[in-house]
């Protein structure tokens, strides 16, 4: 699986829009990009997933370039209760081969400020 | 709420001792899978299920562990002679495959403290 570098930490003021991009320069050609929050003492929560270009759901937005080596995850108008660890995977689709088991890294630790 | 389950939430145990833990996945997903989480760190992959067959289980850490998923439901992980080393979170997730859906959905983890 593609071995993924974000930055370990971050910090926001309340109401401002986030932005954490994640570098994965080997990413493969079937290779999806998902992003991850966690918070304490919980199990890891989906947020996102997509291909190229941009997805957007109702949490956030994820803009993928053309050469797909990096991403970067948009989270609008971050409140305190976005304070989390957020991970940016790469792995592949659901193609029926493969065991799919994603492989995180440290994460990015998102502390948003009053 | 009609997530994955984990059971128990918290566990302490003394050094030596086995445990186990459950995890009900969500209901038709027929992929489960155990990761192993310590602190400061992502969650590591263990083991994974297709409905009752276990297709990968070399990532287990050792030959205490074991992990079974009987008739295709729930999963359960077992440390044998636990060691102080075991400590960690113990996470399951489900997924559906061929369903289109590419995303695991996790439970809210086992946290085991080994004395």
């Known amino acids: 699986l593609a071995k993924t570098t974000q930055p370990i930490s971050m910090d926001s003021y309340e109401g401002q829009e986030v932005n954490i991009t994640c570098s994965h320069n080997?990413?493969?050609?079937?290779?999806?990009i998902t992003w991850y929050q966690q918070f304490p003492s919980q199990g890891p929560r989906f947020i996102i997933q997509?291909?190229?270009t941009k997805v957007t759901n109702e949490v956030a937005s994820l803009f993928i370039p053309a050469d797909r080596k990096s991403s970067t995850l948009s989270l609008p108008r971050v409140s305190l209760s976005d304070t989390a660890v957020y991970y940016c995977?790469?792995?592949?689709?659901?193609?029926?081969?493969?065991?799919?088991?994603?492989?995180f890294g440290k994460g990015t630790k998102l502390s948003v400020i009053p | 709420d009609t997530g994955v389950s984990q059971n128990p939430r918290h566990k302490i145990t003394k050094r030596g001792q086995n445990v186990t833990f459950r995890c009900d996945p969500i209901?038709?997903?027929?992929?489960l899978y155990w990761y192993r989480q310590t602190l400061g760190q992502g969650p590591e992959f263990l083991t994974y299920?297709?409905?009752?067959?276990?297709?990968?289980k070399s990532r287990l850490l050792s030959d205490r562990f074991s992990a079974e998923r009987p008739k295709g439901s729930f999963s359960t992980l077992e440390i044998q002679r636990t060691e102080q080393g075991d400590s960690a979170m113990y996470l399951c997730?489900?997924?559906?495959?061929?369903?289109?859906?590419?995303?695991?959905?996790f439970g809210p983890g086992t946290r085991l403290l080994v004395l």
């Open positions: 997509g291909y190229k």
């Open positions: 209901s038709e997903h027929n992929r």
């Open positions: 995977l790469v792995g592949g689709g659901d193609s029926g081969a493969g065991s799919y088991q994603l492989t």
């Open positions: 299920f297709q409905n009752e067959a276990q297709l990968e």
């Open positions: 080997n990413i493969a050609t079937n290779d999806y």
């Open positions: 997730a489900s997924k559906l495959m061929g369903g289109g859906q590419e995303t695991q959905y």
